[in-house]
């Protein structure tokens, strides 16, 4: 099994609709990332959680909310999805030792007609 | 706030042969790590090499090797003999030494590198 898995891996969706992607790792590691990735502007970080009651705005975070149901389990949602927000989004997972990098899932493509 | 450049959009290399991407950054940082991650087609990112601040001695890994230039603040990426599954995305990325919002991981904007048999 994958040390962080993300659902789905792709996902259509129609503008104004709700959409929850899901994120789990299995690394016991207490911080994770929810990051979007477009071409030609690299990854950028929406929402961060250091642990359960700690969850922090990223770079571009307006449209999203993320909830942290547990260590292993953070979520990210679009309330009401627009054509803007269709990219590939990225769940991660840190070790405290900042040297180490991030363990990444396989992405979710989310594309909003 | 710290940020990475990568300057080449997209490159090209001839199997076998060597190829270098470009990384800079910007910080007033004196502790701090780099990265490099891949991304192939199948879109998962993969990290390459990572090199800590403090160390002169540049990292290898195999193929790979850097190129960290910390008065230049410069990090770039050499891949020898190089082969078609390293045709992917190049991102450089920065991670502060210190905790909280600065220990984020910072990305470049990518290169593209082709690989041509």
């Known amino acids: 099994d994958a040390d962080v898995t993300q659902t789905p891996r792709n996902r259509i969706t129609k503008t104004g609709k709700r959409i929850m992607l899901e994120c789990s790792q299995t690394?016991?590691?207490?911080?994770m990332y929810w990051y979007r990735q477009d071409p030609g502007l690299g990854l950028r970080l929406i929402y961060y959680?250091?642990?359960?009651?700690?969850?922090n705005k990223g770079e571009i975070s307006d449209g999203y909310s993320v909830s942290r149901q547990a260590q292993a389990k953070f979520s990210l949602s679009l309330e009401s999805a627009i054509p803007n927000q269709t990219a590939l989004y990225f769940c991660a997972t840190s070790d405290p030792a900042r040297g180490q990098g991030y363990t990444f899932g396989s992405g979710t493509r989310l594309t909003v007609v | 706030a710290q940020t990475v450049t990568q300057s080449q959009p997209e490159m090209s290399v001839q199997e076998a042969e060597t190829v270098t991407l470009s990384c800079t950054y910007d910080?007033?940082?004196?502790?701090?790590?780099l990265f490099w991650y891949k991304q192939p087609p199948s879109r998962q990112m993969i990290l390459v090499i990572r090199q800590e601040a403090y160390k002169q001695q540049n990292a290898t890994e195999n193929r790979f090797s850097v190129n960290f230039q910390k008065a230049a603040k410069s990090f770039s990426l050499k891949i020898s003999d190089s082969q078609l599954g390293d045709a992917a995305m190049y991102f450089c990325?920065?991670?502060?030494?210190?905790?909280?919002?600065?220990?984020?991981?910072?990305f470049g904007k990518g290169t593209k590198l082709s690989v041509k048999p």
């Open positions: 990325a920065y991670r502060s030494f210190y905790g909280g919002s600065q220990g984020n991981l910072i």
């Open positions: 690394k016991g590691h207490d911080r």
């Open positions: 959680s250091f642990d359960v009651k700690d969850i």
């Open positions: 910080t007033s940082e004196s502790d701090y790590y």
